[in-house]
Each structure stands twice: as C-alpha cells, then as structure tokens.
C-alpha cells in the first residue's frame, strides 16, 4: 500500500480546557516569516467547535493546527500534497513536520508553556479512505510498515499500536503510546532518515 496524506498528532499534556486564543497571532507570525517547508496561506478559526479542529494553520502543501478532534487536545500535520519517496519517508517526513511545530510552540514565550506534548502519545491518519479504508484488512496491510518505523523512534523502551476499525466513515488511524516519555528533541534525534 503506498501510502499518501499522512497525518500526525501529537498529543499535549491537557487540563482541563485550554485557552488556544493566543495560538492565533503565533501562526500569524509563522505566516509572515514563512517559517515551514510549506508555503503558508491563512489561519482558521474552529474554537467554537466542540472537540473540533481547533486553530488551523492554513498551508498550501500541508495545514497545522492545535486540535481538539475527539476531545484529545493535541499539534496536528496534515499533508495535503504527495511526498517522494516510500512509506518509511512519508511517515518520517510528517512526524519531522509536527515535531518541529510542537517545539516551536513550547518555546513560544507568548503562549506561556500552554502546549507540551505530553511525551508518549501519537495519532496517525492517513487521510484517503479509498486508499485506506478503515477496516482491519488496513490495519493488517499497514502493521508491518508502522512497527518497523515506531521500533526506530523509540529505540529504548517500547510502545503499543492499537486502532479502533469500528467505524468506516472514520480516517484509518493508530494509536502510539510509547511505555517511557519523550521529549520532542529526543524524538527529533530519534527520527529514522
């Protein structure tokens, strides 16, 4: 299965409902400084949506946003556009992206350590539900691509995978929770190349 459109979530230490007004000018500014690898475009606005999308960072290959999608508040990567290379790339290249985004908005001082990931779980989707319908003929296809790539960031320790293939209407996705924590620079270095 060659994969495209992954995404990646990067789940944040949460209490109770986080503030993410000030989430708004940090992308902004990344908009003017053009700080990613993807063109960036606007920045939406779903606060008002309950366990919703958040703040999203609008980008022409690639949206980021602090969601709040299944009430499970985490920094989200969606890739809109296709990747070069094979599945073991595209994975690392989507992870790469939430990671560097996840770190800079935990040095932000504007956001006053409001977002830290929480150092042991991550979500992935792949966003093409022709592709990879949500079922556990998926998840049988994909289990091997996605432990060999989850056995080289967590190279210490290990981790589960688990995927709820109840719901076809649902993106096909995976749960990681890793048994230690990590932050995100050791997941950086950790990252397969």
């Excluded at 969606?78 to 908005?105: H, T």
């Excluded at 006053?112 to 998926?138: C, S, Y």
């Amino acid at each position: 299965m060659d994969l495209q459109h992954v995404n990646v979530k990067l789940l944040l230490h949460q209490t109770g409902d986080a503030d993410l007004e000030p989430v708004i000018p940090v992308f902004h500014t990344w908009i003017q400084d053009q700080v990613c690898e993807e063109l960036l475009l606007d920045v939406a606005d779903y606060r008002h949506v309950h366990a919703g999308p958040g703040v999203v960072l609008v980008g022409h290959e690639a949206n980021y946003s602090v969601d709040n999608s299944d009430s499970k508040l985490g920094v989200r990567y969606n890739r809109k556009a296709a990747v070069e290379g094979n599945n073991q790339d595209r994975l690392a290249q989507a992870l790469r992206a939430a990671l560097i985004a996840c770190q800079r908005l935990e040095s932000d001082p504007r956001l006053h350590g409001l977002l830290r990931f929480n150092g042991q779980e991550i979500e992935v989707f792949i966003n093409d539900r022709l592709l990879a319908p949500n079922t556990q003929e998926t998840r049988a296809a994909l289990q091997p691509e996605f432990q060999a790539f989850f056995e080289k960031l967590f190279v210490v320790g290990g981790f589960s995978l688990s995927n709820n293939a109840h719901d076809p209407r649902r993106l096909f996705s995976l749960s990681v929770r890793s048994t230690q924590a990590f932050s995100v620079s050791d997941l950086l270095k950790n990252l397969p190349s």
